[in-house]
């Protein structure tokens, strides 16, 4: 009984990821949104072009119906392997291609083998919640189909976590005295590089004062900001440039960049 409802399930779920998902969202939609809300962006479905003749899974195979390359060698192609051989046609956009504000992107089979590969998922997965709004139902179909991909569960916490509205530094702090939670990882204010741990001492670095636990996402962009060169330090990267200052200083300028990225209230 249980599998016939997890088919089902998925089934409902892989129904919002078709390229001609717009035929089932139902007419009155918008009785179902908060008042002034756009349609079209929480369904991205209804705005979504694509072109009729591109070649489609022959009807008798289970996939029957679906967008395909076109290619040889048949097999069960899988919901999430929808890739065709050219995204576009004299501009009109394939549903293979992935457009930033139409549609989520592709999910993939399995987990991505490069960093950069599952980074970039992570990212437009980030991009595209923030278009359609994290609680629209769009977001709750493509999350929960994430959910059921096991290999991907990691990156599906760090898509779930990415976009968590600042909170205050004590919260911050409390949670990185918990145990580990999945899609965080734990950031020192003031920078734990070897000449820090030299200057201030392992047991200040790692502090309950010093330590924070902000979402992974947010953390490798922070982690981004500190080595890259920047004007405002002139010319320096911030890791560099606080490098031999105060204890004070360098706590001042972690909790500047903490609130400017989104993170510290």
Same mark, same amino acid.
């Given at each position: 009984?249980?599998?016939? %409802?997890?088919?089902?399930?998925?089934? $409902?779920?892989?129904?919002?990821?078709?390229?001609?998902?717009?035929?089932?969202?139902?007419?009155?939609?918008?009785? #179902?949104?908060?008042?002034?809300?756009?349609?079209?962006?929480?369904?991205?479905?209804?705005?979504?072009?694509?072109?009729? +003749?591109?070649?489609?899974?022959?009807?008798?195979?289970?996939?029957? =119906?679906?967008?395909?390359?076109?290619?040889?060698? &048949?097999?069960?192609?899988?919901? #999430? $392997?929808?890739?065709?051989?050219? /995204?576009?046609?004299?501009?009109?956009?394939?549903? =293979?291609?992935?457009?930033?504000?139409? =549609?989520?992107?592709?999910?993939?089979?399995? !987990?991505?083998?490069?960093?950069?590969?599952?980074?970039? #998922?992570?990212?437009?997965?980030?991009?595209?919640?923030?278009?359609? =709004?994290?609680?629209?139902?769009?977001?709750?179909? #493509?999350? &929960?189909?994430?959910? $059921?991909?096991?290999?991907?569960? !990691?990156?599906?916490?760090?898509?779930?976590?990415?976009?968590?509205?600042?909170?205050?530094?004590?919260?911050?702090?409390?949670?990185?005295?918990?145990?580990?939670?999945?899609?965080?990882?734990?950031?020192?204010?003031?920078?734990?590089?070897?000449? /820090? !741990?030299?200057?201030?001492?392992?047991?200040?670095?790692?502090?309950?004062? +010093?330590?924070?636990?902000?979402?992974?996402?947010? %953390?490798?962009?922070?982690?981004?900001?500190?080595?890259?060169? /920047?004007?405002?330090?002139? &010319?320096?990267?911030?890791?560099?440039?606080?490098?031999?200052?105060?204890?004070?200083?360098?706590?001042?300028?972690?909790?500047?960049?903490?609130?400017?990225?989104?993170?510290?209230?």
């Amino acid at each position: 009984m249980s599998s016939h %409802h997890d088919a089902w399930l998925r089934h $409902q779920q892989s129904r919002w990821l078709r390229p001609d998902a717009a035929r089932w969202v139902r007419p009155d939609a918008a009785r #179902f949104l908060p008042p002034g809300v756009d349609v079209a962006k929480a369904f991205p479905a209804l705005a979504r072009k694509f072109n009729p +003749n591109q070649t489609r899974v022959p009807a008798g195979n289970p996939d029957g =119906g679906q967008w395909t390359d076109g290619g040889a060698g &048949g097999g069960n192609l899988g919901l #999430f $392997q929808i890739t065709p051989r050219d /995204n576009t046609i004299e501009g009109v956009q394939l549903a =293979g291609d992935w457009p930033p504000d139409d =549609g989520p992107p592709p999910i993939p089979p399995k !987990r991505p083998e490069t960093t950069e590969g599952r980074m970039k #998922f992570v990212r437009q997965a980030v991009r595209w919640l923030r278009v359609v =709004g994290r609680l629209s139902p769009a977001a709750d179909i #493509f999350l &929960g189909a994430l959910d $059921q991909a096991e290999e991907l569960k !990691r990156l599906t916490d760090m898509i779930k976590t990415a976009d968590d509205p600042p909170a205050p530094l004590e919260e911050l702090q409390a949670r990185a005295r918990m145990p580990p939670e999945a899609g965080y990882e734990d950031h020192h204010i003031v920078g734990q590089f070897a000449q /820090n !741990r030299l200057q201030f001492g392992s047991v200040r670095i790692d502090s309950a004062e +010093n330590t924070v636990r902000i979402p992974v996402v947010k %953390h490798l962009d922070i982690n981004g900001y500190y080595s890259r060169a /920047n004007i405002d330090y002139g &010319g320096l990267s911030p890791r560099d440039y606080l490098r031999g200052r105060s204890w004070d200083e360098q706590m001042q300028e972690g909790l500047k960049i903490l609130r400017d990225k989104g993170v510290l209230q």
